[in-house]
């Protein structure tokens, strides 16, 4: 069975600051790998996807995201917070059921 | 392109009543899935269907809910004889048709938040 870890419930950081958000999985095969942002009372909105190639994924808002298969992790990463990014971030991994499985999110919180 | 479009935003509802919840796919998706966002966890799998069709209801309760997404008109979640553990955020996401080579995403809409008093 497909699962995802994210082992950090909150993050702070301080505006400017870099960031990583961790997170592992365990999948048997190739997986999806998504990450979604949530601000509080709204629905989630991707922010990149990983299905094959290269491992190192831009996306949408300066975030990246770098594929390690030897370590089964898919880590989020920004050069410099900005206060609007003060959200909770969710890891999900996906296969050939296309339902993904998410992970339980972390709170980033963005002191100014 | 209209996004994913939830109603209602909030719902309250007493115990014993029924929550009806709808959600409009973005146009061109063919492809709906429900999930329930409880406090402080991730977001749980309840189903997932077609026009017309139910594809993989692993994750809905045996007893009370259902859904359905009709040849017209929106999908809709339906709970019935509310209880207080049904209080969650509810949320709708659309895929459009697989393409060879992956699973396309999913987008989601606002959600609706449901409360059971």
């Known amino acids: 069975a497909q699962s995802v870890t994210q082992p950090d419930i909150h993050i702070t950081v301080s505006e400017g600051a870099s960031l990583e958000l961790r997170c592992n999985y365990s999948y048997g095969a190739t997986p999806y790998l998504f990450w979604y942002v949530q601000s509080p009372g709204q629905g989630l909105q991707l922010l990149l996807k990983y299905f094959s190639g290269d491992t190192l994924v831009q996306g949408i808002k300066g975030f990246e995201a770098e594929f390690k298969r030897s370590q089964s992790s898919f880590n989020l990463r920004k050069p410099s917070v900005h206060w609007s990014d003060a959200a909770e971030y969710f890891c999900a991994v996906g296969g050939g059921s296309y339902i993904p499985t998410f992970g339980r999110g972390t709170s980033l919180i963005v002191h100014p | 392109n209209a996004g994913v479009m939830q109603n209602p935003r909030h719902l309250v509802r007493r115990r014993g009543q029924e929550a009806r919840l709808r959600c409009s796919p973005m146009k061109g998706h063919s492809h709906v899935y429900w999930y329930r966002q409880l406090p402080e966890e991730g977001l749980k799998f309840m189903v997932y269907l077609q026009k017309e069709n139910i594809i993989d209801e692993s994750g809905m309760p045996k007893e009370r809910f259902s859904a359905e997404f009709p040849k017209e008109g929106p999908s809709i979640l339906r709970i019935q004889q509310v209880v207080r553990g049904d209080s969650a955020a509810y949320f709708c996401?659309?895929?459009?048709?697989?393409?060879?080579?992956?699973?396309?995403?999913?987008?989601f809409g606002p959600g609706t938040r449901l409360t059971v008093l």
């Open positions: 996401a659309s895929s459009p048709p697989f393409s060879a080579g992956g699973p396309d995403t999913q987008y």
